[in-house]
């Protein structure tokens, strides 16, 4: 299993839309998780932290769930400048902490 | 946007040759790594760095091989490069080993 899995897609959705992505870990002891954002030849960049509580930054919506061991993002009004690649982050602790990126899920907004 | 410069950005090489990459921070942070990202594997953690002198390996460490002589620079060297070496290499740095990493634009090296 890998440490961390995410739906490759591509998410195909018009502008205005409501898309939420998903997220799985493997380690229960994982403390500390981000969202990133990467488009097509660029760096990756930190898109948003995700907390126990949950968070909110403008359109987009961070949540964790613990239990089941999963994190997401959602993305309200979907608009053209959304298309990325999003790659969900999780610190591990094996002996040193260190950043475990998913693959990345692709975003394509239509007009 | 955090103070990280990668160099070279672009560089081809033939098999068997040395490569070294440079990473650059002006943030002062203690943490530095090294990631390839290959379609299908997404990043990949090849070293990392804790501390001037201070580094160990990651996930996809053989072939290449790291230095750290300043807080600043954190360099990562092939070798003797190899076709399966060609991908995208970003460097990273962050404060501690449990918060978010900022990347520097990478490095795309081909080896023909």
């Known amino acids: 299993r890998k440490e961390v899995e995410q739906d490759p897609g591509p998410f195909n959705v018009p502008e205005g839309a409501t898309v939420a992505f998903n997220c799985t870990y493997s380690?229960?002891?994982?403390?500390?998780f981000f969202w990133y954002r990467q488009d097509c030849r660029k760096e990756p960049k930190l898109l948003m932290s995700v907390y126990s509580s949950g968070n909110e930054d403008g359109r987009f919506t961070a949540q964790l769930n613990r239990a089941s061991q999963y994190i997401s993002l959602l993305i309200r009004d979907s608009k053209l400048s959304d298309s990325a690649t999003y790659l969900c982050v999780v610190v591990m602790n094996t002996g040193f902490q260190k950043l475990v990126f998913g693959t990345g899920t692709r975003l394509l907004v239509s007009p | 946007d955090a103070g990280i410069t990668q160099s070279p950005r672009h560089k081809v090489t033939e098999t068997g040759t040395p490569v070294t990459l440079r990473c650059h921070q002006t943030e002062n942070h203690r943490y530095m790594y090294w990631y390839r990202q290959d379609p299908g594997h997404g990043l990949r953690l090849i070293h990392y760095?804790?501390?001037?002198?201070?580094?160990d390996k990651g996930e996809v460490s053989d072939g290449y091989s790291v230095s750290r002589s300043k807080t600043e620079d954190f360099l990562l060297t092939l070798e003797s490069a190899t076709s399966s070496q060609t991908s995208v290499y970003f460097c990273?740095?962050?404060?501690?080993?449990?918060?978010?990493?900022?990347f520097g634009q990478g490095t795309r090296l081909t080896v023909v």
């Open positions: 760095s804790y501390g001037v002198k201070d580094t």
């Open positions: 990273a740095i962050s404060v501690s080993g449990n918060t978010e990493a900022f």
């Open positions: 380690n229960s002891a994982s403390q500390s």
